[in-house]
């Protein structure tokens, strides 16, 4: 159930560079790393889309289907609907992403993570050992 291979982001990245490379993946967020591995947070377009559209002055901006079931209508929406002009594009990840996760260690029960996303209305969960170093993710 859990992915080995993570995306990661750092929470040095541009904004430019954290869209450009969760859109090539064709995935909708990804864990942020501090520059020691350490899982610090997780970046997503509804964290861009929160901060992009409470920062509008246009209260008419179309919403992004985010549960459509393609990650590439949702960032080709996204780059439609909220343009990131270039102020945004060069903050870091580290100011943008959400930094109050929730995480789980490799050896939580399958039945306890789902209770997680599903109380959070989470789409992912980081899974870290007991370092706080990401090992996964579910």
């Known amino acids: 159930v859990m992915t080995k291979q993570v995306i990661l982001l750092k929470e040095t990245d541009t904004i430019e560079q ?7 993946q ?8 501090d520059n020691s591995g350490i ?12 901060r992009t559209n409470s920062d509008s002055s246009d209260p008419d901006l179309p919403p992004v289907p985010l549960s459509s079931g393609d990650d ?4 080709d929406l996204f780059e439609k609907a ?6 945004v594009s060069a903050e870091s990840v580290g100011t943008w992403m959400s930094k109050r996760v929730t995480s789980v260690t ?3 029960p399958l039945v306890d993570v789902a209770r997680v996303m599903c109380r959070g209305h989470w789409h992912r969960v980081p899974v870290v050992d ?3 170093s990401l090992i996964g993710i579910i």
């Not at 954290?18 to 090539?24: C, F, G, N, S, Y």
């Not at 064709?26 to 790393?33: C, L, Q, R, Y």
């Not at 590439?72 to 960032?75: G, I, N, Q």
Request: hydrophobic share 40%.
């Open 18 to 24: 954290a869209v450009r490379q969760l859109k090539e």
């Open 26 to 33: 064709h995935i909708t967020g990804a864990p942020v790393v």
């Open 39 to 50: 899982f610090v947070g997780i970046l997503s377009v509804s964290d861009l889309i929160g």
């Open 72 to 75: 590439d209508t949702t960032w």
């Open 82 to 87: 909220y343009p990131l002009n270039e102020d």
């Open 106 to 108: 490799h050896s939580a």
């Open 130 to 132: 007991e370092s706080g």
